[in-house]
């Protein structure tokens, strides 16, 4: 079946630690997002690529960082986590950047110590 | 600024119909999403109106008024699966998707 995964459905990091969270999609889809999502609290995204294109939300901070170094794999590393940062990273994909349904990987939850 | 709305938290009963409203204030509009998120999942796609009217899904429909800024979630036949978050979200002038916080739905027996 087609999908969208992420590894590690569970991360724990310690403060300043760098973590990286990966996303794989078996869709071929152009769009890669990462959000970020608090305890019910909407989905925040924080930047997204429309294939090789990045585009940085502008209220993201710095400490984010993302790499994709091919359509089927996306990364977010966060240089150096701070505690507000625990919290579910959601990935998702869509077809095309215009009004398309994203599907969503099954998230990953960070835990800052 | 872009702004979505939608009651916190609804409860309702096995086998009973709700309805979850959402009313939304963006910047142009190219669509309206409705997505139903579990507790510490994924949130997964339920229903898509860029037109006036309602559109039926098996137990599921969404209305949009596009004049009133306004949408609805219509569950039917409830069941306690059923219990999860709702998010409503809009495709903006710049197709960015503004999310809604969600609406957490309570099935009781």
């Known amino acids: 079946d087609a999908m969208v995964i992420q590894n590690p459905r569970y991360q724990v990091t310690q403060f300043g630690k760098p973590v990286t969270l990966s996303c794989s999609q078996t869709l071929n889809h152009n769009v890669m997002y990462w959000y970020q999502q608090k305890s019910s609290q909407a989905p925040k995204l924080l930047f997204h690529y429309y294939d090789k294109d990045f585009n940085n939300e502008a209220d993201t901070p710095d400490n984010f960082q993302s790499r994709r170094p091919n359509t089927s794999f996306c990364f977010l590393d966060i240089r150096s986590p701070g505690l507000g940062d625990a919290a579910m990273y959601l990935c998702?994909?869509?077809?095309?950047?215009?009004?398309?349904?994203?599907?969503f990987g099954p998230g990953t939850r960070l835990l800052v110590l | 600024g872009q702004n979505i709305d939608q009651p916190t938290e609804m409860t309702a009963t096995e086998g009973a119909i709700v309805q979850i409203n959402c009313t939304y204030q963006?910047?142009?509009?190219?669509?309206l999403f409705w997505y139903q998120q579990h507790a510490g999942e994924a949130p997964t796609f339920l229903s898509y109106?860029?037109l006036d009217g309602l559109e039926e899904k098996g137990r599921f429909s969404s209305f949009l008024s596009r004049s009133k800024g306004y949408s609805y979630l219509l569950l039917k036949e409830l069941q306690m699966k059923d219990s999860a978050s709702y998010l409503c979200?809009?495709?903006?002038?710049?197709?960015?998707?503004?999310w809604g916080a969600g609406t957490k739905l309570i099935i009781k027996p």
């Open positions: 979200a809009v495709s903006d002038s710049n197709y960015q998707l503004i």
């Open positions: 998702a994909t869509s077809r095309g950047a215009e009004a398309e349904t994203q599907y």
């Open positions: 963006t910047s142009g509009f190219n669509g």
């Open positions: 109106n860029v």
